[in-house]
Structure formats: structure tokens, C-alpha cells
């Protein structure tokens, strides 16, 4: 069983858990707006594409809470498939919006997905 992967994995889903508050509930917050760097009208006027993103969110933070579960019994693929989603959603959220993206969600996905494939 690879711990060291699937702690990582699991904090990666736990990023993500947060990720779904921030864009379902705290968009027009001020934690929200700060975050995002927005302004209370961009905000108001995205809220909607917002929740759904973090909808999206929530639905890989589950994946990686079942992948991390498999991973304690001996299978990885699901794991692994889900980190791989959040790499290519960081390197193109870091492409399209912004660099910081990448450094807060595809490097520790990249982190995981590395110690699993070496298997620590």
C-alpha cells in the first residue's frame, strides 16, 4: 500500500473539498472575492459558473476520497486516474487564468501522483 501517496492523494481531496466551499458558498464573500481577486459585481455576475465549478470540484474530491480507499486495499488505478484529472485540470487552469494555479493544485496532485507510481 502506498501511504505516502495516499495521504497526499486525500489532502489533494481535501484542497478540493475546500475548493467547492470557496466557489459554491463563498464566492461573493469576502474570503471569495479575495481569493479569486474579484469584484463584488464580477462576482455576482459569476456566481452561477462559480457553484458549478465547484460542483465539479466536489465531484473529484470525491474520486480521490474512493481512489485513496482503493489505494488501502491494494488498487491504485482509481487514484491514480482521478490525480491525473486534477494535473490536467491545474496545467490548464495555469494556462488559461493563472500561474498560481498550478502550485496549488496540480504540484500536489503531481507530488501523489509521482509517490504512487513509485509506489511509496
Known amino acids: 500500500m502506498p501511504v505516502f501517496a ?3 492523494g486525500l489532502l489533494v481531496a481535501l484542497l478540493h473539498l475546500y475548493f ?9 464573500r469576502p474570503l471569495g472575492l479575495k481569493t479569486f ?3 463584488p459585481e464580477k462576482a455576482q455576475a459569476t456566481r452561477v459558473l ?7 470540484n466536489g465531484f473529484l474530491a470525491a474520486g ?3 481512489g485513496a480507499w ?9 487514484l491514480g ?3 491525473g484529472c486534477v494535473v490536467v485540470a491545474g496545467v490548464y487552469g495555469a494556462w488559461s487564468v493563472s500561474r498560481r494555479i498550478f502550485w496549488v493544485q496540480a504540484l500536489p496532485a503531481l507530488v501523489a ?3 504512487l507510481a513509485l509506489g511509496i
Open 64 to 66: 480521490l476520497g474512493w
Open 81 to 83: 486516474f482521478f490525480l
Open 20 to 28: 467547492l466551499v470557496l466557489e459554491m458558498f463563498l464566492w461573493t
Open 6 to 8: 495516499t495521504a497526499v
Open 70 to 78: 482503493e489505494a488501502t486495499h491494494g488498487r491504485s488505478e482509481v
Open 37 to 39: 481577486r474579484n469584484t
Open 50 to 56: 462559480a457553484a458549478n465549478q465547484g460542483l465539479y
Open 113 to 115: 501522483l509521482l509517490a
